[in-house]
């Protein structure tokens, strides 16, 4: 009897491409030695007071469902820590805990996204950020951010013109891969532009607090008011090396959060109360924590600078934020997979490929240096000399 045929599922779910970086980071894992650069996450653990916080709760009892929304006290942590941050004052009603960044901008899709809707993604782009509003059967627009002298620089005219007859816009900033930030000037201005069309913003700010001047990134959370549509996006993962416990939340309108608790109610009910009460250490906690992170992020940025700056046939851009270097390639082909698997076979380190972020990261590799400085030396030396001999 012939095997039944599968293929009739979801189109669209089928036609979304697999993970780039995930089949390097396959590969380069059955590698031995090989020094991993291509994850968006740095080597250091979550530290002991977190993981403390979450070992109490565990032995507190804490193991049953917590209410939708996430448990008060996480939220009103959040609203304080934010009104601090921002000088602007939310409560916990603008605060939704979510299982992660990635759900925070599912779920932000899908309270706006419908299918057909046009949506426009800032690129080089986070792929997830692209792949969410595609699974929702959106038409996403690519719109890339301009290189200029070593820098990335988002053209608002440009970005204005595409956004007529979007639904949304999806911006992250400071941006994975490229480190590019938007300027306080430019979130106004979107703001407005916003305001003005009814156009959505969806801003990805989960490495708001990564960056090498003042305490965070511009963000929308300065700006909005009740009535504006953005909903902003924020995890752990990043600021507090919990990439693992799977948390994180959503600043918006309070007109908003019914809609939002029905799809956490369908996607996943709620967080965990022993990751929860991770985050109240964390955000309560954890600002010494982050500011050493940022100490050691620094100097590792100016190895990768000291390493890369000057190899031939290669542009290093700008890192005013993220812990992320990327790099273009003269010469590099727009599938950069077999480049990243032969440097890790013959070099022992591996990078993720630019092509994942969107058409504008072709010609490009994207460099995490969050590993510890003594894997990081070495990762560099052996980048360099990948670098130097293959390319064209
Ligand atoms: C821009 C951006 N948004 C969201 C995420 C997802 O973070 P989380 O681990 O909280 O799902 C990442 C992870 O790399 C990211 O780079």
């Not at 706006?112 to 792949?131: E, G, N, Q, W, Y």
């Not at 204005?160 to 911006?171: D, E, P, T, W």
Request: negative net charge; charged residues 15%.
């Amino acid at each position: 009897m012939p095997l039944p045929s599968l293929n009739d599922i979801n189109p669209v779910a089928a036609s979304l491409e697999a993970s780039s970086i995930r089949a390097i980071a396959n590969f380069g894992m059955t590698q031995e030695g090989v020094i991993p650069l291509w994850f968006g996450e740095s080597d250091i653990v979550t530290p002991e007071f977190i993981c403390q916080a979450a070992f109490d709760s565990l032995a507190a009892g804490q193991t049953r469902y917590t209410p939708n929304n996430g448990i008060l006290a996480l939220r009103q942590a959040l609203s304080s820590y934010q009104t601090t941050l921002f000088n602007q004052s939310f409560d916990e009603d603008n605060i939704v805990v979510t299982v992660s960044g990635t759900n925070a901008v599912m779920l932000a899709a899908q309270t706006i996204i419908s299918p057909t809707d046009k949506v426009v993604v800032i690129t080089p782009a986070f792929p997830t950020l692209m792949a969410i509003p595609r699974l929702l059967g959106a038409q996403v627009i690519e719109f890339p951010l301009t290189q200029m002298q070593g820098r990335f620089e988002l053209d608002l005219n440009g970005l204005f013109k595409i956004l007529k007859g979007a639904r949304a816009l999806v911006i992250n900033s400071p941006a994975n891969p490229t480190g590019w930030v938007a300027s306080f000037a430019q979130l106004c201005a979107i703001a407005e532009f916003s305001r003005q069309m009814g156009i959505w913003v969806i801003s990805d700010e989960v490495y708001n607090r990564h960056v090498y001047q003042g305490q965070c990134a511009p963000s929308f959370a300065q700006i909005m008011n009740e009535d504006d549509r953005i909903i902003i996006c924020n995890s752990f993962s990043k600021a507090w090396c919990m990439t693992g416990w799977r948390l994180g939340w959503l600043t918006l309108p309070k007109v908003l959060r019914p809609t939002i608790t029905k799809l956490i109610e369908f996607n996943v009910s709620c967080a965990p109360a022993f990751v929860q009460a991770a985050g109240l250490a964390a955000i309560t906690q954890g600002e010494v924590f982050l500011q050493q992170t940022l100490v050691r992020f620094r100097q590792s940025r100016t190895m990768v600078y000291d390493a890369l700056n000057d190899v031939d046939g290669i542009t290093l851009y700008d890192m005013p934020a993220t812990f992320y270097a990327f790099i273009k390639v003269d010469g590099l082909a727009d599938d950069s997979q077999a480049y990243i698997l032969n440097m890790i076979r013959n070099e022992k380190v591996g990078v993720a490929p630019g092509e994942a972020f969107g058409e504008a990261g072709k010609g490009h590799l994207r460099i995490c240096y969050g590993q510890n400085h003594q894997s990081l030396a070495l990762a560099l030396q052996r980048l360099r000399r990948y670098l130097s001999c293959y390319h064209n």
